[in-house]
């Protein structure tokens, strides 16, 4: 018996699934999916088989030839949910599962035609990461094990669906009113890369092999946001090698999206607030396309090495934006990291052992876990090591990393073995014990400097005293050093200062939810009531969590904010994201009154 991850029923002595078959039927009245899932299991086998579920019921399970597996679920455990344990007869090769997933699925958002831009038709979107596409099908949902997949999926005849998969067809549906999608991802993916979404969707071409797709009234939008995706890819290309996935589509979700972006294979998703009109919000579709290599390519094995995932697709974003808008937009984008980092280090605290990078999560959700640090702490330990070396030899070790471990799943002991091999000694001389393995930042973390970000944080930090910047400066300042001064604000100043602010900024009607949104931290931190208005809004809609979590804390600070956010949340709280609601709801528990 060995279970290798502490978020998963996997046993690596059993049988491991080889393919995946899936079927799925969107029931969107009774928001349910009715589906069959048969695992490929690559020869014959027998005996216990451990998948993971949570709220799936189960109706049958037969072996590929027809014969019925004997099957038990387990008591429901809190983070993992149910383990279903097989029984299979000597010689199984193939599983075949019949079941149905529950309206409460953490991995699916079911959202009204009221909660889209046409407000005419449904929307379906997943989100499995980390550990909820056990909420979808039954699978040994650990990215220890890599499958590829094929589905067919039935849905309203007036839909569209898309997967992180190629698209392999369409048919006429079961039933009359309905349609049959047909995917294949030919790659060996972890399944918490599975990925689906059905509204009423439209396309634009990018380029032959980028496609944006999105609501109808969304579209065009997109395609202009998105526009330079092309030169983007070509860029990583020269970073990191060919693109290893074909095809690079991304999905325009709508507003309750819960992250910025999910790195799903072939169809990266994409929160709508990234429409900024300005092309000013793109560095993430540089990070979810980083993914197709650090992450996709070459996956954490379990969360507690959840780092290799993003501190290094963090870091290769960062090499993507450099090349493309140079040197001084790479330094504002570190500045602009490290102010998240900060922030998620203040709020575990500097001893916190979830500050480490190499985690020890068994117990602990990865959901209650997640924060800027893997990302931000991750890619100034690939920085230090890049800076150590040099960078044309570290070029030269990331091309080595990624070709010794594409399409496999690794540890960050694994990582540090290479890393030892490939450039002796070099662990040692940058202490990567303490960066893996000790709480808060290492005193050698790499320092990026900018002219422009030194002025911007002395002139932000002159606030209180009474500093402004003159009215030349403003008008030249780009959206990121907009960003950089408003995040080195005092976080509470008093009602001339907002109207200062707002009046010479003009920030209560920015579209770019970045600037908007750090400015709503402030004055509904600050109880700057003429934009309560603007707060409603935001928070009515959007329910990104990089927002709803800062901006809910701000609302904490003052009596009627905190009245404020409690009326808002008791309107909006049913349209967000599951996830969405469990982090504002932690937020809420601590404001002072209780
Ligand atoms: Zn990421």
Redesign the pocket.
Known sequence: MARLDPHSYFDSDQARTRHLDIAFDVDFARRVIAARVVLDLGGPSRGPLDLDTKGLAIGAVRTGDGRPVPFALGPEEPILGRRLRLELPADSTAVEIVYETTPDAVALQWLDPAQTEGKRHPFLFSQCQSIHARTMLPCQDSPYVRTPYRAAVTIPDALAAVMSAGPAGERTGPRPGTKTWLFEMPQPIPSYLLALAVGDLAARDLSPRARVWAEPATVEKAAWEFAGVEQMIVTAERLFGPYPWDRYDMLVLPPSFPYGGM?NPRMTFLTPTLLAGDRSLVDVVA?ELA?SWT?NLVTNATMDHFWL??GF?VWAERRIVEALHGAEAVALAWAIGQNALDESVARFGAESPLTRLRTDLAGVDPDEAFSSIPYEKGARFVALLERTVGRERFDRFIQAYLGRFRFTSITTEDFVAFLEVQLPGVAAQVDSRAWLHEVGMPANAPVFRSGALEALTALAEGFAGGARPAAAQIAAWSPAETLIYLQHLPREVGANACAWLDANLRLTGRGNHEILVEWLVIAAGSDYEPVFGRVREVLSRVGRMKYLRPLYTALGRHPRTRQLARDLYARAGPGYHVLSRRVIESVMEKYRDG
């Open positions: 790195e990070h993914h992450g995932n993003e697709t």
